[in-house]
């Protein structure tokens, strides 16, 4: 390899490339001087629209022109044609236009053009900014979706939304139809701490929410896994009659934040069985479950999830 590299022509390459280079430069001033067509497509953004107003005709979102000028000012223009062109819509109704079209049309396309481009054609031939009064409606957020947290982290609370309402402008059939803005499906994978996240309204047809997404605001905690053992007993039972269980006893497992690990007892627990429930069964066996546990914990279970029972008379 060294031996191939320094035997390599180097100077012919270098002089190869100095031309290439010279005639890239010559062609681009060539080019930015001749005349030369084009067509372009460019975003509009309507701004400016009342929240109780809704367009009686689906407005375009994109404006395709055909244009001429020299290289130069169409380079520039193409550099910016991703950039949307607003139409400012009560400025255009306050001056009583209705309709974008011929002067005012051209106009406002102009602004955009760099200044020797000559605008040739252009679609659609007009805009409608015709709209119509609605009706409105308050309703509350309601999450659609799934929120999951990273491992010993759990949902502390019920989510909530900022704002928790929103207004729905529509026909009145419609909102006649609607109890609830629902949000986007969204899935919200592997949180590890309380957070406040942007959600969307999920839309609805002829329907206009504002606003049209929210805070969806999830309060997220440390967990940690705790189990206690407490006796099963029993009430509502006859005095001439006693019972046992077997086994007597039964594990209550649950999840707790670290503030609150400390502050449960077995004695926040109780599994207190009813006589007159299940004196009857037959195959004298009871399922288990807690009659008295802190409004603190989450996700508890019970072992054994059911007993066999005996009673004895006094």
Known sequence: MRTYFSNFPWKNLFTFLFFVLLSFIFWLMFFFQRDIDGTYRIPLKYTHIADNEIFDS???EFLEIRVSGKGSEMFRLDLSKRDSLEVNVEEYKQDGIVTLQGNQYIQLIGSRLPGNVQLRGYSPANISLV???LQNKKLSVVFDG???TSRANLVADTATFVPPTVTAYGAQRDLDELTAAITE?????????????SIKIKPVTGVKFVPDAVEIYIPVKEYTERTIEIPITCRNLPQDRDVKFFPSRA??????????YKNITPEDFQIQLDYRQFHSNE???VELELTKSPSSIVNTRI???????LFEDR
């Open 58 to 60: 689906p407005l375009p």
């Open 283 to 285: 195959n004298g066996r």
């Open 131 to 133: 709209t119509s009064k």
């Open 251 to 260: 594990s209550i497992s649950f999840s707790v934040t670290l503030d609150e």
């Open 146 to 148: 799934e929120i999951t």
């Open 303 to 309: 072992s054994p999830s059911s007993v066999e029972f």
């Open 185 to 197: 499906y969204t899935v919200f994978d592997r949180i590890k701490a309380t957070s406040q996240l």
